[in-house]
């Protein structure tokens, strides 16, 4: 009888391992990080004495996905995914909460740690250069997006700590026909209770992009209650044209809100961008942007990068200058997998 019953529990893990689908996908990728006046502000202990942040470090990552898919009889799938995730200055690797999803005939939606459709965009992060993929001419207000590092945090008043937001509850709907794809979340940030202290409003985000003959890129985004944040309202247009794979112009631009806790807003901003292959496997990227908040000590900043594909993996580096006036730099290797 038990032979039986170990024959029939082995049949049943091995038709679950078959019908299913799991992989692991991610990169990697490791260099130097340079900025101006130090990478983090300056530390001063208790008897006054000031340390001095390092202008260059070694800044490293390491991400893997890990998704796991199935399919009914019906052409349903159904999925989840986690995320693990290592950065450099980590005591420890971090695993995201995890979101399931349903998707068919086009139509999918994602529940618990979601993506959403602000941050989802086409084209949001078009203008980001060098290793570390980053740019001034990103938008500067706060909007939920998938949480790699956790749950936000918030004040809890009720016994004065600072907890993060386990209850944090996401859906996001989307949609792709014929190079159209439309997509409308909500984010709570405490399904459970209201007031327990942070910003605790709903946040409502819709995004659409339309892909014409892999040239021609339109997209356009908005977001109510940004990051929880009541009236942190922003919204979102960008356009690019795509000469080929490594060749293509497109222009961003951003109403980016409020900032958290002050009635000043993040001024709206203006992007142009670039990417010219100069030669085979190497590439040239720039950016222009223009932001006009009021605590900018320039309203001008930009920036000049170049990759080289090794095939499966990449050098990359950038110069850019921000709305302070100081200049950061990249150089080193991604690798993807």
Known sequence: MKKVLFATTALVLTAGIAAADVTISGYGRTGVLYQEDGVR????????????????????????????????????????????????????????????????????VEIGNSNTAYDSAA???????????????????????????????????????????????????????????????????DQVYDDLGGDDEKEYSISADYVWNDMLTLSAAYVKNGAGIDDNDQFFVGGEYAFNEKTDIGMLYFDNGEVDGDDSELGKTVTLYGSYEVAPLTTVSAYVTNNDAEDNDTDNAYGLGASYDLGGAMLAGSVQRGYDERVTADMGVQFNF
């Open 41 to 108: 502000g300056d530390r001063v202990d208790a008897d006054g004495n000031v340390y001095t942040a390092s202008d260059a470090i070694v800044q490293s990552r390491l991400r893997m996905n890990i998704d796991a898919t199935t399919s009914t009889d019906q052409d349903v799938e159904f999925g989840g995914r986690i995320r693990i995730q290592w950065d450099q200055g980590d005591d420890e690797t971090t695993v995201a909460p995890g979101y399931i999803y349903v998707t068919s005939n086009g139509l999918t």
């Open 123 to 189: 084209l949001l992060y078009n203008s980001e250069i060098g290793v570390y993929s980053r740019s001034f001419g990103n938008s500067r207000g706060d909007f939920f997006a998938y949480n790699t590092d956790g749950y936000p945090t918030y004040d809890n008043v009720i016994d004065a700590t600072n907890q993060r937001r386990a209850d944090y509850m996401g859906v996001m709907v989307k949609y792709a026909i014929a190079g159209v794809n439309l997509r409308a979340s909500v984010v709570d940030p």
